[in-house]
Every structure is written in structure tokens, then in C-alpha cells.
């Protein structure tokens, strides 16, 4: 099985290309829709990557407190991230990057990230990011398992754990696709998305206020290059979530082929589609507030209990009737 | 020299070593070190050599001991199972003993030394002695021993009353449930006339089936004991922080593990065929223990008792998918039993390594700032690099974190849970999942209990006045913790040499060859399931990592200027100080909050399960007590009594 193939590498030099330039646009396209669903008139739609040239022209502070731990963080989470877009299926669904592994390796490389920027939070010795770096743990082993169990349903539903597959797979069910486990395990894997992202009701990105932030309280100490590294890694996460969302909500349209032919009509039915996402994850933050810290483990119980209804009625489905 | 001479010769180093450490104790106690470390290095080398030979031939060997004795001859077997578990135990053994010429020097040249490495020696020559045994009484006497030595090592440090009551639950716990596997041997002797292995093979069509479930639960209490299967693992976290660290990486790394070996060699060679629910048992037990024993690890903040409290989390692990593996079997899918049985024994040698791994970098940890508790450490980064960086390697190899070993196992698991959707059991269908998104969330756990050990240990300021002064610690020390480090990224980026071994041994277990479409190992893939269910690369991974790491370094490194400021930490205005930090308790907090119902602390299980039968048992024996009167014509009357009871129950 030959797989180093120029293909193969063309399509990881794309993947992440477009990873890479598309992400700081969609952190501001949402920040731009939620100021107009908010009545006010947002940021210019270039200013996420305003920010990324702003932070990486400025002085880097580091507080004396820190190790090598700190400083080899950032590249780390950006690392874990830029693998994990190789994974997730943007545009080209081609199943050429099957081999590097499915929604184990996707999620598990989020928590490779997630580790070391929660060690480099507690670094500098500052309450509030020890505070933030806890937190963030806290919601994670909440989130986990309610991703692992929605991505799992699809994932038995398709009889693959890797992602192409699955895609390809719902898109071959046509309209039957819509039966009552997909839309639980969707509606499941929709709330652990939105947690994972760190957004409203999780976790607010805009708060300015310490004490209730927590992805962006880990990045107090942050500043200049380091900073930047870590704001570009948490945006293209942000991408690659609502990538996987979009192409399992709505799994038509992609690419088979590298031709530009097929490329460029993929595309942009690619970015309608994560636009859309966007406007509903919007919606739903404009919508509700950020719920106290402590409740949000309810919310993630009732999504893990969807799951398994959702797991339960598929698999009913499949086989026509419960029985042991 | 073929595989036996090997063996032979490397048992007779164990014995050598043993004796020479003891001997030497009294001459010169670095002596002591120095011979023990030497013999039981080449003695542990062999072993490994022998048992790695045996796994790739797939031979089987049966010694006959000449010795005669009425339970039937005494004879080791030695088949890829068993040859596992001799290369487990080996492999784990070489870095510990270069670590403890360091460890000892440092901490126990002024007590007996030489006690403790000969002890060291018999422990390890005991654990491999019992997973050859093939003869049930020569593995009581085994196993009995191994918990007798390692009750010696646990109470070493004599001085501690901790110790001392460590060492009591131990003793009492284990043999709670050698009691068990002797009840089983009886039974089983009773069936077949013989203690002998040979004869116990497949018994399992013979035995009535309300007798093989008690069996089975006979099983799972002995060796569940052993292992520390929740709510026998009460022992766990006294024993292991109690012994020196060394010990403690070597009875968490293996001594544990053969319940596993138990587990393995009684369930599937006595007591098939057995029926399905029986493996979901234990799966179910398994998994319980999984998350039980993380959430009590998450909130401890003794290093050693919460590497105990993940030793118990690993060990449902391990069982989950050999659990499975129990239905895969009966329902008659060998090679997906294969397959789950493959996936529980790498994590098995996975979690030998890293638990190894992190239980010397705690002795380090100990040796240097004279407390457990991680609450009076942090800042140790500066003072010990080499350390820190170990502790980090294992601390991600056990959140199960890409590329290290606990990945691929994990992966493993995650697999073998997904594929039920092959059989036809409905209960299976949707607990194997759900099995599996806990498992993802034991393993979330497992990170937030790891990066407030680490950076509770070795991140911002140092806590407290021993940690200030501490200091790096020996080169042997070091490189016992660098072999195992890099055995971690190893076993992580090419798990082909590991999985391979594997499939022999699961192979003779199952009886089954695992098909190549279905299981699929080579350099740079691991390939599960049909129509390409799942597919892994680890080197891949690893190579895209680096690059892609070194490459957006050195774009940084050419295009920007990568100098930096230093100042001190914002702190409100004022200076920065270790009291405003974070500390492990309060990093956990938020999780003891969340899981608040789940949390309930050590004393739930005395309070509930041990006191209730410590005092339904005492209060028995007041019962039974007015018996014993003194007097010795009641006496005389009992023996009558019992006389004619004898005569009448002899007519009849």
C-alpha cells in the first residue's frame, strides 16, 4: 500500500493552508454576526488577521516565574490542532488521509493541546489562571464523553470510526439520513461542539472579567508572539469543530477529487455551509446566557442522556426490536 | 543455549543475587548494591531473552520438579501466556534496579540494605515463579510467598506507624483472597482428583453450571483483590505508598498484573466455555473501577496514594476489554476475543512502563523534598529538569495522549468496544459503547488528575521551604527513569514489535488465528476491523507532528525575533507569592464539586462493606464464646458428644 504519494501530500499542504487562513476570518465573521444580531456594528471582517500581524510585531513578556514548559506550550497546542485538521474533513473528503487515524486520534490530539496549555497556565504561579487552567479540566471530562458517545453513535451507525468514511457514508443515505437517532446524536454532538469551542453557555470568548473566563483566563500571562500562537491554534479549532459539524449535519457537497474543477464549487459550498453553522451557533449565544459554572454539568448530563437514547433507537433501527 | 537453559540460568542469578546482597550486608553495604544490582540485571536480562525467544517460537515447556510431596508433582509450565507475563516482569525489572542503586544510596544506607535487595530479588523471582505454575498447590505456595515478601518490603520502613498499619490491611486483604483461589483449587481438585493445571484444562464441561458461576465469582473476588478491583481495593493505596518507591513501581508496574494472568489463565483455560454475561460482568466491574478509582485519584494530593488510586483506574482498564473479550468469546467471535485480549495485555505492559515510570519519578520527587504531599512542592522544574521531564513524558503517556504508548492501547480498547456491532447481543450493542465514552471520560480524568500532579510538583513557585532546597538526584536514578521514558515514546510511535508478540499469546488463549483482514499490523499501520473500520499510523503521527512543530518554530524562529522580557507575574499590583497560587486541593476542587455524589471518601467502604462483616464476625464469636468455659468436664462432654455424633453419622 503505497501511500506517500505526491497526492497525499498536495492535499495535506491544502488542508492546511485553508485551515490556516480561513480560521482567523470565521472568529470574526462570528464575532461580526453576533454585533449585528446585537445591533451594533462589529469588527471589520480582516480584523482577526489585523490581530494575528499586531500580535506577532509586538514584545513578548514572560513572567520570571515560568520554565521551558511555557514557551514550548504554544507551539505544542498549534501543533496538536494543525494535526487534528488533517483529520476532520473540510472540502476534499477524499479518503486519503484515512490512515492517520478517526475520531480517537481527533479528540485525544484536542486533549494533547488542552493539557499542555493547562500545565503552562499554572506556570506563572497566578490565581486566576490556576483558576482558569482548573476549570477548563473541570469542562472537559464533561465534554469528553459526551462527544466520544454522539461521534460513537454515527460512528456505528456508519461502521467506521473514521471520519471521511462517515461522511461519505451519511451522504450516501440521501433524504433517509434524517431518522430520529441521527437527529439526538446530532443535536448531542451539536451542545458538545459548542462547549468544545469554548463558547456561550460554556464559556464566554469576550468576557474582559477574570474571574469568570476560562479559556482566555489561561492566557493572561500570554503576550506578543506567544499569545498570537495560542489565539491562531484556539481559532482553527474553533474551525475544525464547526467543520465537523457542518459536514455532519449536512454531509453533501464535498469533493471527491483534487481537480480544480471539483475543488472550487466544493469550496464555496464549504463555506456556506460553516456559514450557516456559525449563524446558528450565533443564534443560540445571542439567544441564552452563560450559564453558572457549576450548572453546566446539567446541561452536558441531559446531552449525554440524548446520546444514548439516540444510541439505543439506533440501534433498534438496525435491527428491528430490542431483544438480548 | 536454548530457552529453558536460559530461564534455568536466570532463576539461578535470582538466587545468587539474593544471596550474595544478603551475605555482603554486613561487609560493605554499597557492596551489597553493587552485587545485587549486577546479578539481578543479568538475571533479569535472561529472563527477558528467554521469554522473548519463547513468545516469538510460540513453544511451551513443562519442568518437572523432583520433589515429592502428596499434591502431586510440582511443575512449571511455561506457554506464550506465561512467557508474557516472565517478559513483563523482567522488563520492568532492569530499570528499576539501575534506579535503586541511585534510590538506595540515597535513602536506605543507613538501614539494611541488603535485606531490602534480597528481598527485592525473592519478590521478582516469586512473581515470575507464579505465572509458570502449573500445579495449584505449588501457586498458592507461590502466590502466598509473593505477598509475604511484599508485605516485608511494605512494612520496610519499620520506623513509620503508617507502615505498620499499611502493612496490616495488606496482609489481611490478600489473603482474604488467596483464601478464595484456595477454595477454587479445592473444588476443582475435588472434580478432578489432581491439583495439577494439565488436569484442570477445559474442566469447564464438566462442572455443573451453578458451580462454575461460583467459581467465577471466586475468581473475580481472589484475584479482584490482587488487582484492586473496587470494593476490594482498599489495600491499594496504604501498600503502595508505604513501600519504598522502587518496590512501589514494581508492585504497581507487575505485582498487581498477575491477577490479570489469573484472570486469564482460569477463566478461559478452566472454566470454558462459560456464558456471555459472565464477561459483562466483569466489564462492568471494570469499568467501575475505572472511574471510581480516577475521581479518587483526582482528589488526592499525596503523590504516591494517587499514583495507587490510578494504579486501581488502570487495572479496570486492562479488565474492560478482557471482559469483553469474555463475550466476544463465548458468543463464539475468537478472533475479536483475540483481538480485546491483545488490547488489555498492551496496556498491560504500557501501564507497567509509565506507572514504572512515574513511580520513580516520585521517589525522586520524596528522596529530595522529604514529603509526600504535593501541596509543600512546586517550582521543581528549575532544581530537577531531567526529572520533570520524565514525570511529563509518563504523566501524558497516562492521560493516553498521541504519541505515546497509552495511546495506541487506549485506541485499542476504544476499538475492540466499538466493534460489538458484529455480534448479535442488543445488550452488548449499547453497553460497549457507552462503556467506551467512559472510558473517554476516566481518560479526561486521568489528564486533570496529571496536570495538577505536574504542575502541583514541578510548575510556578516552590511551596514550601524542603522544596527550595531541593536537588537533581543521582545518574543512575536518571537513567532508570530515562529507559522507561523512552520505552513510553518507543512502544507510542511503533507499537508494531509490542503488538506482534501479542497476537502469539492471544492465539494460544482463544485458540483462534486473528485474521489478517481483520487485525492488521505492520511498520507504519495498525488496521482494525473489516472494510476498513478503523485505521491508526502512529509513526505518521509522530512524524507530522515533529515537522510540523519544528516547522512552525523555525518559521518564528527566521522571521521573527524570539527574544523575550521577563517580568514578574500580574498579580492585582502586588508581589507575586507561592501563597497566591493554585494549589493541587484547590485545582481539584471544581471536580470534587461536580462529582460531589461520587466522591465519597476512603471511609464509604469501611463504614459500609468492611465493618459491617469485621463486626458481624465479631459479634459471632461473642456468640460462640460461652462454649469455651475453662471447665474442663464440659469439655470432656463435647468430646463425648462428639463421639457418639461420630458413631451414629458411621451406622447410618
Known amino acids: 500500500m503505497k501511500i506517500i504519494t505526491l497526492q497525499t501530500i498536495c492535499l495535506i499542504i491544502l488542508q492546511l493552508l485553508v485551515v490556516l487562513a480561513l480560521s482567523p476570518f470565521i472568529n470574526t465573521l462570528m464575532k461580526k454576526l453576533k454585533a449585528i444580531l446585537q445591533s451594533r456594528q462589529g469588527p471589520p471582517l480582516m480584523q482577526g488577521y489585523y490581530d494575528l500581524l499586531k500580535y506577532f510585531h509586538k514584545e513578548t513578556v514572560v513572567s520570571n516565574q515560568t520554565s521551558w514548559v511555557f514557551l514550548v506550550t504554544p507551539f505544542i497546542v498549534f501543533t496538536s490542532v494543525l494535526v487534528a485538521s488533517l483529520i476532520v474533513p473540510t472540502f476534499v473528503t477524499i479518503t486519503q488521509l484515512y490512515f492517520l487515524g478517526g475520531i480517537i486520534l481527533l479528540i485525544y490530539l484536542f486533549g494533547l493541546g488542552r493539557f499542555f496549555m493547562c500545565s503552562a497556565a499554572m506556570e506563572p504561579g497566578s490565581g486566576f489562571c490556576g483558576m482558569a487552567s482548573s476549570r477548563e479540566m473541570m469542562l472537559s471530562m464533561l465534554i469528553e464523553p459526551v462527544m466520544l458517545l454522539s461521534l460513537f453513535v454515527l460512528t456505528l451507525m456508519a461502521g467506521s470510526t473514521n471520519l471521511p468514511v462517515i461522511v461519505s457514508w451519511l451522504s450516501s443515505q440521501g433524504i433517509n439520513l434524517f431518522t430520529p437517532g441521527y437527529v439526538l446524536a446530532a443535536i448531542s454532538l451539536l451542545i458538545a461542539g459548542i462547549a468544545e469551542m469554548g463558547r456561550v453557555p460554556f464559556d464566554n470568548p469576550e468576557t474582559h472579567y477574570e474571574l469568570t473566563m476560562i479559556h482566555e483566563g489561561m492566557l493572561l500571562e500570554y503576550s506578543g508572539k506567544l499569545l498570537g500562537l495560542m489565539f491562531w491554534a484556539s481559532w482553527i479549532k474553533q474551525l475544525l469543530v464547526i467543520s465537523l459539524l457542518a459536514n455532519l449535519f449536512f454531509p453533501w457537497g464535498y469533493s471527491l477529487s483534487l481537480h480544480w474543477s471539483n475543488i472550487l464549487p466544493a469550496f464555496v459550498f464549504y463555506l456556506i455551509k460553516i456559514f450557516v453553522v456559525c449563524i446558528v451557533v450565533v443564534l443560540i449565544e445571542t439567544m441564552i446566557a452563560k450559564v453558572r459554572l457549576f450548572r453546566v454539568k446539567d446541561i452536558l448530563v441531559a446531552s449525554f442522556v440524548i446520546s444514548i437514547i439516540a444510541l439505543v433507537i439506533s440501534i433498534h433501527k438496525s435491527t428491528g426490536g430490542l431483544s438480548l | ?652
Open chain 2, 1 to 652: 543455549m536454548n530457552e529453558t537453559q536460559l530461564l534455568q540460568f536466570s532463576f539461578l542469578f535470582f538466587i545468587l543475587a539474593t544471596i550474595s546482597s544478603f551475605l555482603l550486608n554486613n561487609f560493605s553495604k554499597k557492596l551489597s548494591i553493587f552485587s545485587s544490582t549486577i546479578f539481578g540485571i543479568i538475571a533479569s536480562a535472561l529472563c527477558l531473552l528467554s521469554s522473548a525467544l519463547i513468545l516469538i517460537h510460540r513453544s511451551k515447556f513443562i519442568f518437572n520438579i523432583p520433589f515429592g510431596l502428596p499434591f502431586g508433582r510440582l511443575e512449571l509450565l511455561i506457554d506464550p501466556l506465561a512467557a508474557f507475563f516472565l517478559m513483563l516482569i523482567s522488563m520492568l525489572s532492569i530499570p528499576v534496579l539501575i534506579y535503586s542503586v541511585g534510590y538506595l544510596q540515597a535513602e536506605y544506607i543507613e538501614k539494611n540494605v541488603g535485606v531490602l535487595c534480597a528481598l527485592y530479588h525473592l519478590f521478582v523471582l516469586s512473581m515470575l515463579l507464579v505465572v509458570c505454575a502449573a500445579n495449584g498447590f505449588l501457586f498458592l505456595f507461590l502466590w502466598e510467598s509473593m505477598t509475604l515478601i511484599s508485605f516485608a518490603l511494605v512494612i520496610f520502613d519499620t520506623n513509620k506507624a503508617e507502615s505498620k498499619n499499611a502493612g496490616f490491611i495488606y496482609l489481611l486483604m490478600t489473603h482474604i483472597g488467596s483464601a478464595f483461589i484456595l477454595f477454587i483449587f479445592l473444588i476443582l481438585a475435588k472434580y478432578t482428583g489432581s491439583f495439577s493445571f494439565a488436569s484442570f484444562h477445559n474442566i469447564g464441561h464438566q462442572l455443573p453450571g451453578a458451580l462454575k458461576l461460583i467459581l467465577f465469582i471466586f475468581v473475580l473476588i481472589g484475584f479482584g483483590t490482587k488487582a484492586g478491583l473496587i470494593p476490594l481495593h482498599i489495600w491499594l493505596p496504604e501498600a503502595h505508598p508505604a513501600a519504598p518507591s522502587h518496590i512501589s513501581a514494581l508492585m504497581s508496574g507487575v505485582m498487581i498484573k498477575t491477577a490479570v494472568y489469573g484472570i486469564l489463565r482460569f477463566v478461559f483455560d478452566f472454566l470454558s466455555p462459560f456464558p456471555y454475561w459472565w464477561g459483562l460482568i466483569l466489564a462492568g466491574i471494570s469499568i467501575l473501577t475505572a472511574i471510581l478509582g480516577m475521581i479518587y485519584a483526582s482528589g488526592e494530593v499525596d503523590i504516591k496514594r494517587m499514583l495507587a488510586f490510578s494504579s486501581i483506574e488502570n487495572m479496570g482498564i486492562i479488565l474492560l476489554p478482557i471482559g469483553i473479550g469474555m463475550v466476544f468469546f463465548s458468543l463464539g467471535q475468537k478472533e475479536l476475543a483475540g483481538i480485546s485480549i491483545i488490547a488489555g495485555l498492551l496496556h498491560t505492559i504500557n501501564h507497567s512502563l509509565f506507572k514504572g515510570l512515574l513511580f520513580m519519578c516520585a521517589g525522586s520527587v520524596i528522596s529530595v523534598t522529604h514529603t509526600r504531599n504535593m501541596e509543600k512542592m512546586g517550582g521543581l522544574i528549575k532544581l530537577m529538569p531531567q526529572t520533570s521531564f520524565f514525570f511529563l513524558i509518563g504523566a501524558l503517556a497516562i492521560s493516553a495522549f498521541p504519541p505515546f504508548n497509552g495511546f495506541i492501547s487506549e485506541w485499542l480498547i476504544f476499538q475492540t468496544l466499538l466493534s460489538s456491532f458484529h455480534i448479535h447481543s442488543q445488550a452488548m450493542k449499547i453497553f460497549s459503547p457507552i462503556c467506551a465514552a467512559l472510558l473517554g471520560f476516566t481518560g479526561a480524568i486521568c489528564a486533570a488528575t496529571f496536570v495538577k500532579a505536574f504542575s502541583g510538583i514541578f510548575l510556578a513557585m516552590p511551596r514550601s521551604h524542603t522544596a527550595l532546597h531541593a536537588h537533581n538526584v543521582s545518574y543512575s536514578m536518571r537513567l532508570g527513569m530515562r529507559i522507561l521514558a523512552f520505552l513510553c515514546l518507543c512502544l507510542g510511535v511503533i507499537p508494531f514489535f509490542g503488538l506482534t508478540l501479542l497476537e502469539n499469546v492471544s492465539e494460544s488463549i482463544v485458540s483462534a488465528k486473528i485474521k489478517s483482514n481483520l487485525f492488521n499490523v505492520n511498520k507504519l499501520f495498525v488496521n482494525f476491523g473489516p472494510d476498513g473500520f478503523a485505521y491508526l499510523s502512529p509513526a505518521l503521527v509522530f512524524l507530522l507532528m515533529t515537522l510540523l512543530l519544528l516547522l512552525v518554530y523555525f518559521f518564528f524562529k527566521f522571521n521573527t525575533s524570539m527574544s523575550f522580557r521577563k517580568e514578574e507575574t500580574w498579580s492585582c499590583g502586588v508581589t507575586p507569592k507561592p501563597e497566591y497560587e493554585y494549589t493541587p486541593s484547590g485545582y481539584s476542587q471544581p471536580l470534587k464539586i461536580v462529582f460531589s455524589e461520587m466522591h465519597t471518601p476512603e471511609s464509604f467502604y469501611h463504614k459500609y462493606i468492611y465493618l459491617p462483616l469485621v463486626n458481624g464476625l465479631i459479634g459471632f464469636s461473642h456468640k460462640v464464646r460461652p462454649m469455651q468455659s475453662g471447665i474442663l468436664q464440659v469439655y470432656l462432654f463435647y468430646i463425648f458428644i462428639t463421639l457418639i455424633l461420630c458413631l451414629v453419622w458411621l451406622r447410618l
